[in-house]
């Protein structure tokens, strides 16, 4: 590494002329480009479901030396009005490749090992898409940008704070702490629309559509409040009621975090902090490190979970949600081999471990697994449910780290605050349906015709149409929230987040009561025979 530093140094001072010119040559050939061809522009509205989640994104890319505009006045660009304080990134700026590199669409080529074989696996993510994965809703401009647009633009910019300022966490309402993106000047002036609170009432009522109620209900929880959950009812879409909390902290949650909320009365089914466990186990587990990183920025109490602590037993009486990570299951299973490591960090889960995380289910606790842990908790536990695409050849059915569209039941607490049409990362997922002993609800399931996909890479869509992307499964006097898809991947798919969220406070009197939407969705057929199958050939 050191060898390599001054390696670039030394180079750097040598050439640094042509360098330096390079480029100016590339940017300059970045402009004229977008000066002539589409997209010319990126419109970002301030009115989304969740206005930070736009917050977020934008500050990202102002970060990294994108330069954003405001109109200042309502414009209409190709038939479509877009009100005063309308986000605009023009295109023709020297870093915009970058800009159009995480906003479009990604299509992944088809490409094979060898004539008819199958597909080649990418190195990396086939489907990144911000816009998509954040849910913020993100306008490309096709046509070129008239004289009265350009006339309504200003630039975006406010006062960077020192990147070593001595502050605890300069902007309440995005993930960084500290500085953050204070330190750049156009990030520091992308702010969301003032927090505010309509209507009278006892409770403080949150949408879970915004990430920030969750760190709402946290904060709440911590300075003593109480907290309800609203089920959605008559087209009025689910809440959680924060009460007994005073009026300043009431103010400063909305403040701080840019709420829209309500007042409202103290209705719903209460909802106790639940005691929260996140499994880590002791082999490297990148997915349980964003799954804490996560739980951490938005508040949440929890405990990390050791082997020896489900070994122990009487899990009930510690948690009420334990959180398996997205990892092989193998790994959870097994761990570190005796003798390779010492004698504390080898094994797993291992039979003893399922016994007990079994035991904690059927006695009436929630277990949260994601994505291929779901094999695990299935084939494990016993539970009615199959993935069918489990031992599908690649050359039938493959997609890696992409980006689909699935149908939503809005009406189980898990999927609260989610659209109804819902875009999830599916990273080599599983895909389920279930069996006739079946208990529970699907909560998330892909349609029953055409492609799923959305951006990146996607063979043999046959295999997902009409089946569950996630299901809440009944077992015993508890619940297995079985996620076929990761909900936290990298931190990045801010839209998800809040299946995470609602999923580790789904417990006691919410999860007993958590029915979902009546004839939302029902196994295909021919899906519901393999799943029998499945089973039967399995043994259990």
Request: proline content about 8%; hydrophobic content about 40%.
């Amino acid at each position: 590494m050191r060898t390599a530093s001054l390696a670039v140094l030394d180079y750097a001072a040598k050439y640094r002329e042509d360098l330096l010119y390079n480029r100016y040559q590339s940017g300059r050939d970045v402009i004229a480009r977008y000066r002539a061809g589409p997209p010319y522009a990126y419109f970002v509205p301030q009115a989304q479901r969740d206005p930070v989640a736009a917050v977020e994104l934008l500050r990202r890319l102002a970060f990294n030396g994108i330069r954003i505009d405001r109109l200042t006045r309502a414009v209409t660009h190709e038939g479509v009005r877009y009100p005063a304080s309308t986000w605009v990134i023009p295109m023709d700026q020297e870093f915009a490749q970058l800009a159009r590199e995480v906003l479009e669409v990604q299509s992944y080529p088809d490409l094979r090992e060898y004539p008819k074989g199958p597909p080649e696996q990418p190195y990396d993510a086939a489907g990144w898409t911000l816009p998509y994965q954040m849910d913020v809703r993100v306008v490309e401009a096709t046509q070129p940008l008239g004289p009265d647009v350009r006339a309504a633009l200003e630039p975006v910019r406010g006062k960077a704070l020192p990147w070593d300022a001595d502050v605890a966490d300069a902007a309440p309402f995005d993930t960084p702490p500290g500085v953050g993106f204070e330190s750049n000047a156009v990030a520091a002036a992308i702010v969301p629309p003032p927090g505010r609170m309509r209507g009278s009432g006892a409770a403080l009522l949150v949408d879970p559509a915004q990430n920030n109620a969750f760190r709402a209900l946290n904060a709440a929880w911590d300075a003593g409040g109480r907290v309800r959950f609203v089920p959605a009812s008559e087209g009025t879409p689910a809440s959680y009621a924060i009460t007994e909390i005073d009026g300043a902290t009431r103010t400063r949650l909305v403040r701080d975090l840019a709420l829209q909320a309500r007042g409202g009365s103290a209705r719903g089914t209460t909802l106790e902090r639940p005691r929260l466990g996140l499994y880590r186990p002791w082999t490297a587990s990148i997915d349980a490190g964003w799954t804490r990183w996560l739980l951490e920025r938005y508040g949440f109490a929890f405990t990390s979970v050791r082997n020896a602590d489900v070994h122990a037993g009487r899990l009930a009486d510690r948690y009420d949600v334990l959180i398996l990570p997205a990892t092989y299951p193998s790994a959870l299973m097994n761990g570190y081999a005796r003798g390779t490591v010492p004698p504390r960090y080898a094994g797993g889960l291992g039979t003893e471990g399922i016994r007990e995380i079994d035991a904690f289910v059927r006695a009436g606790g929630t277990l949260v697994c994601m994505n291929r842990t779901s094999d695990l908790c299935i084939e494990q536990l016993h539970l009615p449910a199959v993935d069918v695409v489990a031992d599908v050849g690649r050359d039938e059915f493959f997609s890696s780290g992409s980006i689909l569209e699935a149908r939503v039941d809005t009406g189980h607490p898990v999927m609260a605050g989610m659209p109804e049409r819902g875009k999830i990362f599916f990273d080599r997922s599983p895909v389920f349906t279930v069996t006739e002993d079946f208990e529970g609800s699907a909560l998330a399931a892909y349609p029953d015709d055409g492609s799923p996909l959305l951006s990146g890479y996607l063979l043999g869509e046959g295999h997902l149409q009409g089946l569950a992307a996630a299901l809440d499964v009944r077992h015993g006097k508890g619940h297995v929230i079985l996620l076929g898809f990761r909900p936290q991947w990298r931190g990045q798919p801010f839209g998800t987040f809040r299946i995470l969220f609602n999923a580790a406070l789904f417990h006691g009197a919410v999860a007993r009561a958590a029915r979902g939407t009546e004839g939302f969705w029902t196994p295909p057929e021919e899906a519901l025979e393999t799943g029998q199958r499945s089973v039967a050939d399995s043994g259990r």
